[in-house]
C-alpha cells in the first residue's frame, strides 16, 4: 500500500478556504484516493474519492495533479463544525479492503 | 436501518480478565473491521474480515482474537486484557466497491487498569 504523508494539524478561520494536502509518492497506477473526516468520540465518515484530476461534490473538492503523487482536499468556507480530523488513504479496490489511516491532520477551525 | 452497531459503549476491565466486543451490521456487508484509536493517534487495523468464517491480522493484531461466524456480526476478543489496551475500539464494515464508503459505529471506550 502506498505510504501517506499529511501534516499533522492546521489552524483556519471561519469563512476561509482550507486545502489540506497529502503527500503518496509510492502511489500504483490502479491506486484510488479517499479522504475521510473524523469528530471526536465518532468513527470517521467518507468525503469524497478520486483517481485524476479534480472531483467535487457538496462538501468538498479533491484536486489531483498528472504525477498523481500528492492530492489536495478543498474544502470551501468553513465552519467551527469543520474542526476533525481528516485522513487520506491510498488503494485499489483489491487492496482497500485493509484500509489503513495514517495519523491524519488535524484542522482546527477558529471563529 | 441500524448501520453498524457495537455493543458495549464503554467497559472498565482488570488486568488478565477477558472480554468480547460485538459489532453487528445489517447492510449486507462483506467486509468487517475492528480498529484501535489511542489518544491523539489515527485509526489502527487490528483485524479484518472479508467474508463470513474468514479472518485476516492487521496492523496490531496481538493480544486480540476475532471471529465471523455469521455475516452480520465480527466479534473481538481480548483474552487476558492489558493496560496497553486501553483504548478507544471501532469497528466498520464495507461494500466491496468504489467510491463505497466504510460505515463507523460509534466506538466501544475500553479502560483496563
Known amino acids: 500500500l502506498a505510504k501517506t504523508t499529511q501534516p499533522i494539524s492546521m489552524d483556519s478561520y471561519e469563512g476561509q478556504e482550507v486545502n489540506i494536502t497529502c503527500s503518496h509518492n509510492?502511489?500504483?497506477?490502479?491506486?484510488?484516493i479517499t479522504w475521510y473526516q473524523q469528530f471526536p468520540s465518532q468513527g470517521p465518515r467518507f468525503i469524497i474519492q478520486?483517481?485524476?484530476t479534480k472531483v467535487t461534490n457538496e462538501v468538498a473538492s479533491l484536486f489531483i495533479p498528472a504525477d498523481r503523487k500528492s492530492s489536495t482536499l478543498s474544502l470551501p468556507r468553513v465552519s467551527l463544525s469543520d474542526t476533525a480530523v481528516y485522513y487520506c488513504?491510498?488503494?485499489?479496490?483489491?487492496?482497500?479492503?485493509?484500509?489503513?489511516f495514517g495519523s491524519g491532520t488535524k484542522l482546527n477551525v477558529k471563529p | 436501518n441500524a448501520g453498524v452497531t457495537q455493543t458495549p459503549k464503554f467497559r472498565v476491565l482488570k488486568t488478565g480478565q477477558s472480554m468480547t466486543l460485538l459489532c453487528a451490521q445489517d447492510?449486507?456487508?462483506?467486509?468487517m473491521y475492528w480498529y484501535r484509536q489511542d489518544p491523539g493517534m489515527g485509526l489502527r487495523l487490528i483485524h479484518y474480515?472479508?467474508?463470513?468464517?474468514?479472518?485476516a491480522k492487521g496492523e496490531v493484531p496481538d493480544g486480540y482474537n476475532v471471529s465471523r461466524l455469521k455475516k452480520q456480526n465480527f466479534l473481538l476478543g481480548l483474552e487476558s486484557a492489558a493496560p496497553s489496551q486501553t483504548s478507544v475500539y471501532f469497528c466498520a464494515s464495507w461494500l466491496r466497491a468504489l467510491n463505497s464508503p466504510l460505515h463507523f459505529g460509534n466506538g466501544t471506550r475500553l479502560t483496563v487498569t
Open positions: 478520486g483517481y485524476k
Open positions: 488513504l491510498v488503494g485499489d479496490v483489491d487492496n482497500f479492503n485493509k484500509f489503513y
Open positions: 447492510m449486507n456487508h462483506e467486509y
Open positions: 474480515s472479508v467474508g463470513e468464517g474468514t479472518t
Open positions: 509510492n502511489i500504483a497506477t490502479n491506486d484510488y
